[in-house]
């Protein structure tokens, strides 16, 4: 009986860090949209409407995102964050500082999804580990996305 108790909290303890990370990944998800915001309207220069609009695809592409994750959550019972100072709390991304000029904006987000597509690696073995493949898919398409955007504003830069 022991075993099965303990069988039953290493699964409990991988799908409750399993909901961690998703759940930091909403965080990260709400701070990059009212980050990538904040550069749609405050962009400027030779550069301005192709980035303008560059943003603004990319910050509703990330609002899909996050809300595809927290529903993933619901779905398997875990309960996404939904306020600003969870979202604070939980983020492994930063806030815009209000001063980037526009390449400080392109390789904050280049940064930025590079540290959100390294974690959603590390989602992808934690939900083939506890069985979740739903989740491994979801995090393999997301990952994917993240990696062509950043070789585009790479290419950006130069």
């Known amino acids: 009986m ?12 991988k799908n409750s860090s399993l909901e961690q ?14 980050k990538i915001h904040n550069y749609h309207w405050y962009v400027t220069g030779e550069q301005f409407y192709s980035l303008h ?6 910050y509703n592409e990330v609002t899909l995102k996050m809300d595809e ?20 709390e939980l983020a492994t991304v930063q806030e815009a500082s209000g001063n980037e ?13 590079a540290t959100v597509s390294e974690e959603m690696g590390e989602g992808i073995e934690m939900a083939e580990k ?3 493949m739903p989740t491994a898919d979801m995090f393999t398409g997301f990952k994917a996305d993240l990696e062509k ?5 790479r290419a950006y830069l130069g």
């Open 149 to 153: 955007h950043m070789w585009m504003l």
């Open 101 to 113: 000029d526009t390449r400080g904006m392109v390789q904050a987000l280049i940064e930025d999804f």
């Open 69 to 88: 994750i927290a529903e993933r959550l619901l779905s398997i019972k875990g309960k996404p964050a939904a306020t600003m100072k969870e979202y604070l």
């Open 53 to 58: 609009v560059k943003f603004e695809e990319l």
């Open 2 to 13: 022991a075993k099965t108790t303990s069988g039953k909290a290493a699964g409990k303890t």
């Open 130 to 132: 506890a069985g979740d």
């Open 21 to 34: 990370l998703l759940n930091q990944q909403v965080a990260n998800l709400n701070v990059l949209y009212v």
